[in-house]
């Protein structure tokens, strides 16, 4: 069976620091990871993928993530947060054979202060 | 180029009442998936459907139901609405990459 766990509720960072929200995944076949952002009332935006090659994937705002096999990870990360960055992240797989269905993770909340 | 739209917004709905909600995909896109997002969770696949066929179901009630027409536009029914069905409906356009992108939701409030 697909899942995603997404083990922090909510994380708190400085601006200027580093942030990382954590995502871990179950999936047959090779996975095909996804990090999406919500603000409020508002839908999904999509932030940046891994489907295959380098582990590092870089994507919109400065967010980056990096996927591990062998820990079954996919955790987001910035290299210096902003408070415009406040928002609730979704961490997201699909299976290599099932095109039509992604899982979602329950969501990380991120809470940037000044 | 206009991306994922959805009708209504938001709407308010008494139990036991129909609703139906809409959407239209990226222009060129042939597949819509909806799903349901309850407030403190994350989004639950519901339907997908490709060239007008349903292609994946998710484990929700026969109360719902979608259609998708030939433009594409798709459509997601739910009768005999319960509280529980109070949530934030996503449509999503899925491109040939595999990836989705969503609209900003209808917001269905069941009262």
């Known amino acids: 069976a697909q899942s995603v766990a997404q083990p922090e509720d909510q994380v708190n960072v400085a601006e200027g620091n580093p942030l990382t929200v954590k995502c871990t995944y179950s999936v047959s076949g090779n996975p095909y990871l996804f990090w999406y952002v919500q603000y409020p009332n508002r839908g999904l935006q999509f932030l940046l993928k891994?489907?295959?090659?380098?582990?590092l994937v870089k994507g919109s705002y400065g967010f980056e993530a990096e996927f591990n096999k062998s820990q079954t990870s996919f955790h987001l990360k910035k290299p210096s947060a902003l408070v415009s960055d406040s928002a609730l992240y979704f961490c997201?797989?699909?299976?290599?054979?099932?095109?039509?269905?992604?899982?979602f993770g329950s969501g990380t909340k991120l809470n940037v202060k000044p | 180029d206009a991306g994922v739209t959805q009708s209504p917004t938001h709407l308010i709905k008494t139990r036991g009442q129909h609703v139906t909600l809409r959407c239209s995909p990226i222009?060129?896109?042939?597949?819509v998936s909806w799903y349901q997002q309850v407030l403190g969770q994350g989004p639950q696949f519901i339907f997908q459907y490709y060239e007008k066929e349903e292609r994946g179901r998710g484990n929700f009630p026969d109360r719902f139901s979608a259609r998708q027409f030939p433009n594409y536009s798709s459509e997601l029914n739910v009768n005999a609405l319960l509280l529980g069905d109070s949530a934030l409906y996503l449509c999503?356009?899925?491109?040939?990459?595999?990836?989705?992108?969503f609209g900003s939701g209808t917001r269905l409030t069941v009262v």
């Open positions: 891994y489907i295959t090659g380098d582990n």
């Open positions: 222009s060129g896109h042939k597949s």
């Open positions: 999503a356009s899925n491109d040939r990459a595999g990836g989705y992108t």
């Open positions: 997201a797989v699909r299976a290599e054979y099932n095109f039509n269905k992604f899982y």
